[in-house]
Structure formats: C-alpha cells, structure tokens
C-alpha cells in the first residue's frame, strides 16, 4: 500500500522523495509573471534524499561558490539557495529555461569550482559565518555531481 500525501502548495512537497534518483537536474518550478517576464526554478539535488546529505560546510561553501560563479557563466541568474534538508540546491533564472539549456551553465560552473583556491567571501566581512566553510568538501561534492553527468537528465529510478 503507498502512502498518498495531500497535495501541497510547496511543488517539492509534491514530489515523492523515495522514488528520485540523485544526482539529477529537474525544473522544480516555472512561473510566469502579471508582466509576462517568467522565471524557471531548477532542483539540482546533489545527493539521495533521506539516503545522504552534504556536510553543513560543504553545503555553505557550495552556495558562495555557484552563486558568484555561476554568474559568470549566465545573466540570468537571479538567486542560488541550498536546500534545508542538504541535498541540493535550487536556482533561479529569469526566463523560460530548460535542463537541456542550464546544464551547460551548471557543468561551466562546477569546473569553475574545481578550478578555484578559494571560497569566494569567506570571511566575517562578507560572510554571517565565515568560518564556516569547507573548499575540499566543495571541491568532492562538485567532482561527483560532474562524474554522474550522463545521469543529470534523469530524476526517478528506472
């Protein structure tokens, strides 16, 4: 018997954690605005939900890399969030965008991650807890996302 939740207004509450397949890139959300502009929301889940998750520090220093160097790659970026359960991170892009079209983006900025010696603005300045970060656990994470490339476009078990 499969348990069947009532339908939410939070469109990651609708979906059945237990029958995703990490990693993967999916569109959680696509909206379009009273001005006609939309924005595209992706799930980029980094790990198996309720299986793993990313270390805190790993998760922190993952968001200041991809939010600053994602923008490198893209005009359209409008935020980078980490997820609270830790196992991805959700962006949003102005515009109407698809997987297929973001991977690229996604892919340039993970490189551009494994390339860095730094986790961009790090410090007490910059940062609400600057001490806690982690490049090696970035680093790891990025490098296993980008190893299961060929498994992005496919979010559920087969």
């Given at each position: 018997?499969?348990?069947?939740?009532?339908?939410?207004?939070?469109?990651?509450?609708?979906?059945?954690?237990?029958?995703?397949?990490?990693?993967y890139?999916?569109?959680?959300?696509?909206?379009?605005?009273?001005?006609?502009?939309?924005?595209?929301?992706?799930?980029?889940?980094?790990?198996?939900?309720?299986?793993?998750?990313?270390?805190?520090?790993?998760?922190?220093?993952?968001?200041?890399?991809?939010?600053?160097?994602?923008r490198?790659?893209?005009?359209?970026?409008?935020?980078?969030s980490?997820?609270?359960?830790?196992?991805?991170?959700?962006?949003?892009?102005?515009?109407?965008?698809?997987?297929?079209?973001?991977?690229?983006?996604?892919?340039?900025?993970?490189?551009?991650?494994?390339?860095a010696?730094?986790?961009?603005?790090?410090?007490?300045?910059?940062?609400?807890?600057?001490?806690?970060h982690?490049?090696?656990?970035a680093?790891?994470?990025?490098?296993?996302?980008?190893?299961?490339r060929?498994?992005?476009g496919?979010?559920?078990?087969?």
């Open positions: 018997m499969t348990e069947q939740a009532p339908h939410m207004n939070v469109e990651s509450f609708n979906l059945d954690h237990r029958t995703v397949a990490a990693p890139l999916r569109i959680a959300d696509r909206k379009e605005l009273p001005g006609g502009d939309v924005l595209t929301k992706f799930d980029v889940r980094f790990t198996q939900p309720n299986v793993e998750h990313l270390e805190s520090e790993t998760v922190h220093s993952l968001e200041h890399m991809m939010a600053e160097h994602m490198n790659h893209s005009d359209v970026v409008l935020d980078v980490p997820m609270g359960c830790r196992t991805g991170f959700y962006v949003l892009l102005i515009g109407d965008h698809t997987p297929e079209g973001f991977a690229p983006v996604l892919e340039a900025t993970l490189q551009d991650l494994l390339a010696d730094e986790v961009p603005a790090a410090n007490e300045i910059q940062c609400g807890w600057g001490a806690h982690t490049l090696e656990g680093k790891a994470a990025a490098r296993s996302f980008l190893d299961a060929e498994q992005w496919q979010v559920t078990a087969s």
